[in-house]
């Protein structure tokens, strides 16, 4: 059976080491499952070690996330003017992001209906083009502050390209800065200002403000210039459950797309797509040279290898929706030893067991 296996000691460390490169309170972002880490296990150690602020995306993660985080602090990072999301944002005690007109007004009528005063996050779009007043809407920002059941307790922008360590960064940090120095003059304190996320973090310095933005970079995959201290975690890992010798000129797996030339010793493994195995590049990056790179890499064909007993071996044929087939060739691989294979957490089914270690 297949799990996701990660090394406990070395994501308690990744925390130390972010801790230290923050300098200021860390906001630990555990959407997408914890960002494939599991939402209980990975928010529940986080919460072990000192990070008392969250955030999420979904409104739905709430409920589970609140089990894990007690009474701290939850952002959600997501401007909604949807009566039911604002209800269930404020039925958790969350705090709301206003990034529109629309959304203030939305989270201040629920707010009402429930009684209660509602916490908030401005959010202010320096180029993401998603949520948030753009620096020009300035007087509708300030509109936001005067509704009677909002109060604001922050600030936040996002930046898009800070895996690229690129000059846009800087200047989207001083957009902001500015956008809420004019706020700031017409309302009073606007509260924790926070823009950096894992790569600006570790691309960029003095981009801290009061607090940071952090997911990736506890899981060590996170996009950086150059070196960086972080332990990169996380295995999908499963044992060998058949090994048998083929023949010259077998055919493996569906579509018959690789046939044997000599004979051929093999291994079966128990993960496939539906794991998250075989669906997406290794390298988690978003660059356009990182995108062309992985196209060509499929157009060649090339090898994907796992790893048995820690030594590397290729897969052939297509990979399974629960299997995949590697050639072992020369070795001896026998059933029940273990497998792995490095891929994005993000990719893994959010049904695969995850293992702490």
């Not at 959304?103 to 209660?116: F, K, S, T, Y």
């Not at 506890?218 to 960086?228: H, P």
């Not at 051929?264 to 356009?288: M, N, W």
């Amino acid at each position: 059976m297949s799990r996701f296996v990660i090394d406990k000691e070395k994501l308690v460390e990744n925390i130390r080491i972010i801790k230290k490169k923050a300098g200021v309170p860390i906001i630990a972002v555990v959407k997408g499952n914890g960002y494939g880490f599991g939402m209980k296990e990975f928010s529940a150690l986080l919460y072990e070690n000192g990070i008392k602020l969250f955030a999420v995306t979904e409104v739905s993660d709430l409920a589970e996330l609140r089990q894990s985080v007690g009474e701290s602090e939850i952002l959600v990072l997501r401007s909604t003017a949807v009566k039911e999301e604002c209800l269930e944002i404020l039925k958790h005690n969350a705090i709301a992001v206003i990034g529109s007109l629309d959304a203030a007004q939305a989270i201040n009528d629920a707010a009402r209906e429930l009684g209660v005063m509602a916490k908030c996050n401005l959010k202010i779009d320096t180029g993401m083009g998603r949520y948030g007043f753009l620096p020009s809407q300035v007087e509708d920002a300030i509109k936001c502050y005067e509704y009677e059941n909002l109060e604001f307790i922050g600030a936040y922008t996002h930046f898009p390209c800070a895996f690229t360590g690129n000059n846009a960064t800087k200047a989207q940090l001083e957009v902001f800065k500015d956008t809420m120095k004019k706020i700031e003059e017409s309302v009073g304190k606007v509260g924790v200002l926070h823009c950096a996320n894992s790569p600006a973090l570790f691309n960029y310095s003095d981009i801290s403000l009061d607090a940071v933005r952090i997911g990736s970079a506890f899981t060590g995959r996170i996009i950086t210039n150059g070196k960086n201290e972080l332990n990169r975690i996380g295995m999908l890992e499963a044992e060998v459950i058949e090994t048998k010798t083929l023949p010259a000129g077998y055919s493996i797996s569906y579509g018959s797309t690789y046939t044997t030339k000599h004979e051929t010793k093999i291994a079966v493994v128990p993960f496939g797509h539906y794991d998250g195995f075989g669906l997406c590049p290794q390298r988690e990056d978003y660059s356009v040279r990182s995108v062309f790179s992985t196209l060509k890499s499929f157009l060649k064909k090339e090898k994907i290898f796992i790893k048995i007993n820690g030594k590397a071996y290729p897969i052939i044929g297509a990979i399974g929706l629960d299997h995949c087939t590697v050639d072992i060739t020369g070795s001896d691989v026998k059933t029940g030893d273990i497998a792995q294979a490095d891929i994005s957490p993000l990719y893994v089914n959010p049904r695969i067991e995850r293992v702490y270690k």
